[in-house]
């Protein structure tokens, strides 16, 4: 089978981590006999500085006529300054906006080799194995008003946090299937104590359960879910909220597994279902960290199994997402670490050396 896909490396470790996950593509490609044709274009800082733009529309179009997009990170210090008119982030938000992607799927699960490279106690993170959901459209981030003015008493600034029915059922359906999928326990999350739109969410996720009698539903606020990830993680297997909130919980959740070099992404356009299609855009949950870059030290295994998460959601290819997760819970389970996820008797190298281990598993 051929597949299509945009590659869109963008600013720091970006370029070096997708250069592994080709690999580990390639070898995929190899093992199953597929082909897969790559279409590169710029994202973030790197286009800024090529075209003036975070995102062309030529870029926008290429990845439009994929199956699946593939990006590394975006932004760094060179275009931090916050009066800038263009940021990185703008090319993130465009692409997300234009490929219509309004679900972000980020699973967590602490590998048992690993369990020890966490901050937090082994017998709290052990079986930890959830994935938070997070809506991508509406909210505090693209809500209107949104605003700064200079007033005679001082600066004020607005954010409105806006959602409509549509937007909120489309993510709580991916929550449930999800959840079916898996087993059958959504946490949906939300501060309907206090805000109006919590409460509609809240509505909306009761009425749809009607429709889900298999899946055990509970409601938590987003506080109480937020020290319930660090006390009892492993109670969780699918957790589903609104944008800040996803945005803000899915940074905390990272850190159950030990490093944000070792969790993968997905932002889709459709509900996925086993066995279909969806179209999505993928990526690792760390950013382009400038520091590292160019020194062959970066992590490449969110990346690796961002691509086991492109395989399968958009290309329904169950078997060979499972080989390239296998193949990274072998390596590590020979030994290998980067430096992120470095033990004492471990066996540390490089960006490059990882993937070539992957890709070599992939055999």
Not at 33 to 57: C, E, K, M, R, W
Not at 266 to 287: C, D, N, Q, R, V
């Amino acid at each position: 089978m051929r597949f299509d896909i945009a590659l869109l490396p963008g600013d720091g470790v970006g370029p070096e981590v997708t250069a592994e996950a080709v690999k580990v593509l390639e070898a995929v490609g190899k093992r199953f006999h597929h082909q897969f044709s790559f279409n590169q274009g710029d994202i973030g800082g790197i286009a800024i500085d090529h075209h003036g733009v975070a995102l062309t529309g030529d870029t926008l179009n290429m990845c439009q006529r994929c199956d699946a997009v593939l990006l590394g990170a975006v932004g760094g210090p060179k275009w931090d300054d916050p009066r800038a008119k263009v940021r990185p982030e703008d090319g993130l938000l465009a692409l997300r906006k234009g490929l219509r992607l309004f679900a972000n799927l980020r699973p967590v699960k602490v590998l048992p080799m690993l369990i020890d490279s966490t901050t937090i106690k082994p017998d709290v993170i052990k079986g930890v194995d959830l994935v938070v959901v997070r809506e991508l459209t509406g909210g505090l981030y693209f809500g209107k008003p949104k605003r700064q003015w200079q007033t005679a008493r001082g600066r004020k600034a607005v954010d409105t946090l806006a959602y409509s029915e549509k937007e909120i059922e489309r993510i709580l359906r991916v929550g449930f299937e999800l959840a079916r999928s898996r087993r059958k326990r959504l946490a949906s999350v939300d501060k309907a104590n206090v805000l109006e739109s919590s409460r509609l969410w809240r509505q909306i996720a009761i009425e749809l359960s009607i429709h889900y009698p298999d899946v055990e539903l509970q409601h938590l606020l987003v506080d109480a879910c937020a020290m319930r990830l660090i006390q009892r993680p492993s109670e969780f297997d699918v957790i589903v909220t609104e944008n800040m909130f996803g945005d803000i919980l899915t940074d905390e959740a990272s850190m159950l597994a030990g490093s944000m070099g070792m969790l993968p992404s997905a932002s889709l356009a459709g509900i996925p279902k086993a066995g279909e299609k969806t179209f999505g855009m993928y990526e690792p949950i760390h950013g382009s960290a400038p520091r590292r870059a160019g020194q062959n030290i970066a992590n490449p295994i969110a990346m690796i199994t961002s691509v086991a998460m492109m395989l399968r959601y958009s290309f329904a290819l169950a078997e060979e997402a499972e080989a390239i997760e296998g193949a990274v819970s072998d390596v590590l389970e020979e030994g290998y670490r980067t430096y992120d996820i470095m033990e004492e008797g471990k066996k540390q190298i490089g960006t490059r050396e990882m993937g070539d281990l992957i890709a070599g598993r992939m055999g």
